[in-house]
């Protein structure tokens, strides 16, 4: 277990989104014992407690391959990542942002904050450096009105979290969803993803079209998810400029 270690820089990185996110589709038992073992620097906060990162015979998701590839690159920092374990549901409602002007807080977002803080307060030292998006699917489903807003609602849900968190120039990585035939309205918000990360600064994304999925067509599998974490390391470390 990581100990607190005001001396020793500790790095919060939120991981959120949908199924994807949370790791439907991998199951932990089909990975290599090194992908299994938690590095020493790397913890997880579900929404109890700080425990190593270790992937449940159920799923995991992008925080594996995200948490080997910074531990390996700041091995002398603590790695800490928030990942709520829900996320079903649109940024149009579920996850809706206090500003997007349409009523109060959306049932995960404020639940977001919620870990958030239970989070960090047990680690008074530590400082949130990056957030990590992996959403849009519940946008593109079927409903227009929601896949059209999504560009808009999408840049008010960045600027409401860095408010929120009180870090006005957090990065924030976004993966773009898939082309899938479930997500009807899939271009119009590919499409947002893209514009809100050319305008709205310290914001990048990256595509997932080559990412292996499980038979749904929808889910990455094991492998997919590993490369899926990778990518968010990547773009995370090209943000922050290290």
């Known amino acids: 277990?990581?100990?607190?270690?005001?001396?020793?820089?500790?790095?919060?990185?939120?991981?959120?989104?949908?199924?994807?996110?949370?790791g439907y589709g991998p199951k932990g038992s089909e990975l290599t014992p090194e992908w299994k073992k938690s590095p020493v620097n790397v913890l997880v906060h579900s929404g109890e407690r700080w425990e190593p990162m270790m992937p449940a015979d159920g799923g995991f998701g992008a925080e594996i391959g995200f948490g080997h590839v910074m531990a390996a690159a700041f091995p002398e920092t603590d790695i800490l990542l928030v990942?709520?374990?829900?996320g079903l549901g649109s940024l149009y409602d579920d996850w809706r942002s206090p500003?997007?002007?349409?009523?109060?807080?959306?049932?995960?977002?404020s639940a977001l904050m919620?870990?958030?803080?239970?989070?960090?307060s047990s680690r008074p030292a530590a400082k949130i450096v990056g957030i990590?998006?992996?959403?849009g699917e519940g946008d593109?489903?079927?409903?227009?009105?929601?896949?059209?807003?999504?560009?808009?609602n999408l840049t008010l849900f960045i600027e409401s979290l860095r408010q929120d968190l009180h870090a006005p120039s957090v990065p924030f990585v976004l993966g773009k969803i898939t082309r899938s035939k479930t997500w009807v309205y899939s271009a119009i918000?590919?499409?947002?993803?893209?514009?809100?990360a050319a305008?709205?600064?310290g914001t990048a994304q990256f595509d997932t079209d080559d990412l292996s999925l499980v038979d749904d067509g929808m889910h990455y599998d094991s492998a997919g998810s590993i490369e899926l974490g990778r990518r968010f390391a990547r773009s995370a470390i090209g943000l922050i400029g290290r």
């Not at 593109?140 to 808009?152: G, M």
């Open 99 to 109: 500003n997007a002007g349409r009523g109060e807080a959306g049932q995960h977002y």
């Open 132 to 135: 990590l998006w992996m959403q």
């Open 140 to 152: 593109a489903h079927n409903d227009l009105v929601k896949a059209t807003s999504y560009e808009r």
């Open 199 to 201: 305008s709205v600064a």
């Open 83 to 86: 990942k709520p374990m829900f």
């Open 114 to 120: 919620a870990i958030v803080q239970r989070a960090m």
């Open 189 to 196: 918000v590919r499409e947002a993803q893209e514009r809100v």
């Open 1 to 22: 277990m990581i100990k607190s270690c005001d001396n020793r820089p500790q790095e919060v990185w939120l991981l959120a989104g949908q199924s994807n996110m949370i």
